[in-house]
Nanobody, 124 residues
Framework: QVQLVESGGGLVQAGGSLRLSCAAS????????MAWFRQAPGKDREFVAA????????HYANSVKDRFTISRDNAKNTVYLQMDSLKPEDTAVYYC?????????????????WGQGTLVTVFS
């Protein structure tokens, strides 16, 4: 198991930017792929972005492509989500996820490690 703690959420005006962070601990030496999901009120949790252990492979949901960037710093055991050009429809609780396989970490029903979430609110 790996423990995940998100931070960086907040209130931002449409068009603005936020950077989320997810610090991972536990299972030292494991090579986890990491992902971000989000869940808006009354909606299902949805995939946002994922990154491989090496950082060489990334995947994005179409709704955030070209606006969000996922990255990681393995020396700090931290993954980031840079969110630019934010829209009110990006408002959600954002969750960090980890799994040993990149393909698995993109599927909400298969992820084995979740953070507690951080709220992002975008107002117009």
């Amino acid at each position: 198991q790996v423990q995940l703690v998100e931070s960086g959420g907040g209130l931002v005006q449409a068009g603005g930017s936020l950077r989320l962070s997810c610090a991972a601990s536990g299972r030292a030496g494991s090579t986890y792929a990491m992902a971000w999901f989000r869940q808006a009120p009354g909606k299902d949790r949805e995939f946002v972005a994922a990154i491989s252990w090496s950082g060489g492979n990334t995947h994005y949901a179409n709704s955030v492509k070209d606006r969000f960037t996922i990255s990681r710093d393995n020396a700090k055991n931290t993954v980031y989500l840079q969110m630019d050009s934010l829209k009110p429809e990006d408002t959600a609780v954002y969750y960090c996820a980890a799994d040993l396989e990149l393909t698995v970490v993109t599927i909400v029903t298969m992820v084995s490690n979740w953070g507690q979430g951080t709220l992002v609110t975008v107002f117009s």
